[in-house]
């Protein structure tokens, strides 16, 4: 990466570079037909080049190399009565960015790691409908977290990897297809996140954050419905999503400048394709049926009720 805001001692703009690779092996076994298992390895090598002094803050950082082996396993076993088990369990990483390298005093951050376990049960009522409900738990370790004030008893560095969070939660999905030209989809996640104390710390977290707040970005309570229509040459669905309030770092400066809640809110849309004949075929999409003011991200307002038409020809390769 490059950017004006990263310079060395000259005030010179240079690229921190990175190579990465990954090798993934997994093996499937499957037992009498019923009973699936799934195990794998993937292994990560990053080697990321040496970072030059900035003449103030930050020293020359020699070329650095890590390799990681992450897990991952699953299982499911399907019953004759239209029941299925499953769960899985994963684990993962994500490097230093070019900013947290170009902006610390340590040469030794680390990787952030996070695992991840899910299981639930679905269940069939022959062709009219499916349901599933699962669990899951994520955890995050080592995250890379700027120091300062308090906090700078915690390590000798300006940034370490100290903080942590976790993200549990259900979810729930639905297949309901009550004649053959409709299916009608939905999905429903309860979402519980939280900041976790700062290791090492007597109950503390990354300011502006508390220990016990939720996670940026990622509501409680989300969900979808779709609904599609196939007749003849008309093909139409009707989409809705709608997302509980949620909590934003300020847009313009982050958290540092404070964190405000972004209102719920529904979106409604109806998409429309009818086939012409001879590869011709006109389309239609209506977004934000509602005409609802609302912000997706939080200070910037998403457009009101606009919609897109068009005509569309496909030619056949024999053509």
Do not use: C
């Not at 030059?52 to 991952?72: M, Q, T």
């Not at 610390?104 to 062709?127: I, M, W, Y």
């Not at 999905?187 to 710390?201: A, H, K, N, P």
Request: glycine share 10%; proline share 5%; aromatic share 12%.
């Amino acid at each position: 990466m490059k950017n004006t805001f990263i310079t060395d001692a000259s005030f010179s703009t240079f690229p921190i570079t990175r190579n990465e690779y990954a090798v993934y092996g997994e093996n499937r076994y499957e037992i009498g037909g019923r009973l699936l298992l799934s195990a794998g390895l993937r292994a990560e090598f990053f080697r990321t080049a040496a970072v030059p002094s900035d003449g103030f803050s930050r020293p020359a950082f020699p070329e650095s190399n890590i390799s990681r082996v992450n897990p991952k396993l699953s299982a499911a076993y399907a019953s004759q009565s239209g029941t299925r088990l499953h769960a899985s369990f994963g684990m993962g990483l994500r490097p230093p960015s070019g900013f947290e390298l170009a902006f610390t005093n340590n040469p030794g951050l680390r990787p952030e790691r996070t695992r991840s376990f899910d299981a639930g049960v679905e269940q069939r009522f022959g062709k009219l409908l499916e349901v599933d409900a699962t669990y899951f738990y994520n955890r995050y370790y080592d995250l890379i977290v700027t120091l300062g004030g308090s906090l700078s008893s915690l390590s000798h560095y300006k940034s370490d990897n100290l903080a942590n969070s976790r993200a549990q939660g259900a979810e729930f999905t639905a297949r309901l297809r009550p004649a053959r030209w409709v299916l009608i989809t939905g999905s429903y996640t309860l979402l519980e996140t939280r900041i976790l104390s700062l290791d090492g710390s007597n109950n503390q977290a990354p300011s502006p954050f508390q220990v016990g707040q939720q996670l940026t970005r990622r509501p409680e309570n989300s969900g979808n419905v779709v609904a599609t229509f196939t007749r003849g040459r008309l093909a139409a669905d009707l989409t809705g999503y709608f997302r509980g309030k949620t909590l934003f770092e300020e847009p313009s400066f982050g958290a540092s400048s404070g964190l405000f809640w972004d209102p719920g809110f529904a979106n409604v849309g109806v998409n429309v394709n009818y086939a012409l004949g001879h590869g011709v075929s006109a389309y239609g999409h209506l977004r934000n049926a509602l005409n609802r003011n609302y912000e997706e991200i939080f200070g910037f307002p998403s457009p009101k009720l606009n919609f897109v038409a068009g005509m569309k020809w496909v030619i056949a390769k024999g053509q």
